[in-house]
């Protein structure tokens, strides 16, 4: 069965330091991988995905995330927090034969101080 | 393009009562879903659809259950309410692999 793990369900991060958010993937074929954003009463928003090639995906609003199939890995990152990144953030995967139907971690609230 | 709108916003149900939860997508989506989010749990997948008349189960779903007679709606039905369906509720479309997420219903079932 497919789970998708994200470590740490609260991260507090000054402004203007790095956010890291770790996601790992349990799947002995790599999916497809996607991060998502939300913000206080609202949908959830697209980050960032990886479906194939370069393992390093640049999404929205400066966030990037590396694939690592070894690792079995997706962690999200920006160099440089901003007050408005703060939101919960999703890491969810595909796999490919599943009619695209989302698994989703827990979710990662991050707050941001100033 | 409006995208994927849901109505109502908020709702509280009294238990036993019963409701529709509406969805509609204007991107001409097949697939179509239904999650719910509780807190610290991510979101569940209820019910989807892969196209107007064909629907199917997702991970939690007991308690619901959906139609499509069109690509543009997919209704979510709420018979005899619980407590334990006190959540709030997304549906999504998509044509591949990218998800488009409408704003919620905050349910209450009280």
Redesign the interface.
């Known amino acids: 069965a497919q789970s998708v793990t994200q470590l740490g369900s609260h991260v507090s991060v000054s402004e203007g330091a790095l956010v890291l958010l770790r996601c790992n993937y349990s799947s002995s074929v790599p999916p497809y991988l996607f991060w998502y954003v939300q913000y206080p009463n609202q949908g959830l928003q697209l980050l960032l995905k990886y479906t194939t090639g370069a393992t390093l995906v640049k999404g929205i609003n400066g966030f990037e995330a590396e694939f690592k199939k070894s690792e079995t890995s997706f962690h999200l990152t920006k160099p440089s927090a901003h007050m408005s990144d703060a939101a919960e953030y999703f890491c969810a995967v595909i796999l490919t034969d599943s009619w695209g139907k989302l698994q989703f971690g827990a979710g990662t609230q991050v707050v941001v101080t100033p | 393009n409006a995208g994927?709108t849901q109505t109502p916003k908020f709702r509280i149900l009294k238990i036993g009562q019963s409701m529709t939860l509406q969805c509609a997508q204007d991107m001409n989506h097949n697939?179509m879903?239904w999650?719910r989010q509780d807190p610290?749990?991510?979101?569940?997948?209820i019910y989807?659809s892969?196209g107007a008349g064909i629907t199917?189960k997702?991970e939690v779903p007991n308690g619901y259950n959906v139609s499509r007679s069109t690509t543009e709606d997919f209704p979510l039905r709420l018979e005899l309410a619980a407590p334990s369906q006190t959540s709030v509720y997304?549906c999504?479309s998509?044509s591949?692999?990218?998800?488009y997420?409408?704003?919620?219903t905050r349910l209450t079932v009280t």
């Open positions: 994927v697939y879903y999650y610290g749990m991510g979101l569940k997948l989807y892969v199917d997702g997304f999504a998509s591949s692999y990218e998800q997420f409408g704003p919620g």
